[in-house]
């Protein structure tokens, strides 16, 4: 009969283990396939940006304002698009006018840029995973960071 209730007890505790380290687990995915949809929104934005400006040759700033991004035209207060991103915890990019945006023009993002080769910007989940995108003074975004040996203070 004890023996019965100890088994019984054991099964118990084993099983309520293992549905939280399911549970645990499933939550970690999940937490990572939300940072890398982000990840792919952005990087999806960034290229269409640049090709549009490049076609169109004109002027757009994609602005970064806490966790949304906006896309206007230099000079026009119509917003193309908005996107919000709630993993994006920090935007390194410093242009001519302001901090946190991004200018492409027909010819990259190097008439804006305070930094010789762009900014990049960081991805950030609950559980600390990380992922960088970078842009260059072309307007070519990639995943990785800023070459920190060009960082201008």
């Given at each position: ?64 304002d806490d966790k949304n991004i906006i896309v206007k035209e230099i000079g026009s207060d119509e917003q193309y698009y908005t996107l919000k991103v709630q ?42 995973f990380r992922k960088y995108i970078w842009v260059n003074c072309t307007g070519l975004a990639k995943e990785g960071r800023y070459p920190v040996e060009d960082?201008?203070?």
């Open positions: 009969m004890i023996k019965e209730k100890l088994s019984e007890i054991k099964f118990v505790r084993v099983f309520l283990v293992s549905l939280t380290l399911i549970g645990v687990g499933g939550l970690i995915m999940w937490d990572y396939h939300r940072l890398s949809e982000d990840f792919n929104n952005v990087m999806s934005l960034l290229r269409n940006v640049r090709l549009y400006a490049a076609e169109t040759d004109k002027n757009m700033a994609v602005r970064f993993t994006l915890r920090k935007v390194n990019y410093d242009t001519t006018l302001g901090k946190g945006i991004i200018v492409f023009t027909g010819i990259g993002t190097s008439p804006y840029n305070l930094r010789v080769h762009g900014g990049d910007l960081i991805l950030k989940s609950w559980f600390g960082i201008v203070s």
